[in-house]
């Protein structure tokens, strides 16, 4: 059976669940804390260091690249889910990389501010510096502070993905392809304190309301 590693709110671990739950894929979750990767270290003999790691029987994947998409096209392949078809490739690369970079740069730190505190000491304390290495001492409270400011930012930028909506049910097909869960990670990694809400986008509650259904 197929065995996810991760972190919970991580957004690219989330869409990778969502495509289990979706298609009801039979597998088991492992939660794992966000400073010790050792289960993902051992599981791919030291190939991945990052979540989401799968781990399938003797296979494990992890997301090897920069632009990583490995995860999830190995359960499209195994599973034939068509999430990846040939004649969208360019125009989900396209848009996978404004959701990964532009959109998830503003929502993850929105979440960070409520996430990082509320975790245990040893968790929160190696989170912090390792955020901090990456974005400069004291950038947790810097993202709270900024709270305002970033849900406005996180707003504007979804609202061209709510244009989109307005002429497909979903992003770029009648149906979900691998986009719409990518964008639905971010989404919910944005959403997963408790504490935000989406923005009042006509199009894009619905496409969400039809995402979370099973």
């Known amino acids: 059976m197929i065995t996810l590693i991760q972190f919970p709110w991580s957004p690219f671990c989330i869409t990778i669940r969502r ?3 979706r298609h009801r894929i039979p597998h088991r979750i492992k939660n794992i804390p966000s400073h010790d990767r050792e ?9 991945a260091f990052t979540v989401p790691c799968l781990t399938d029987g003797k296979i494990a994947v992890g997301d090897f690249t920069d632009f990583g998409q490995e995860v999830a096209r190995y359960v499209d ?5 068509g999430l990846f078809p040939r004649d969208k490739e360019g125009v989900q690369a396209i ?3 404004y959701i990964e970079n532009d959109l998830e740069g503003v929502g993850f730190k929105v979440d960070d ?7 245990p000491l040893v968790e929160r304390t ?3 510096r390792f955020k901090e290495r990456k974005f400069g001492k004291g950038c947790v409270a810097q993202w709270t502070r900024d709270r305002v400011k970033l849900n406005r930012q996180f ?3 979804l609202k061209p993905i709510d244009n989109m909506l307005t002429s497909s049910e979903y992003l770029v097909a009648e149906r979900p392809l691998f986009v719409d869960y990518d964008l639905y990670g971010i989404l919910e990694n944005y959403l997963y304190s408790g504490k935000t809400k989406l923005p009042p986008l006509k199009q894009l509650q619905r496409w969400h309301r039809a995402m979370s259904r099973r």
């Open 77 to 81: 392949r195994k599973r034939k889910l």
């Open 126 to 128: 190696m989170l912090t």
């Open 39 to 47: 289960t993902v270290i051992r599981a791919t003999n030291g190939r």
């Open 95 to 97: 848009l996978a990389r």
């Open 19 to 21: 495509i289990l739950e």
């Open 113 to 119: 501010s409520y996430v990082i505190p509320a975790l």
């Open 155 to 157: 707003a504007d930028l």
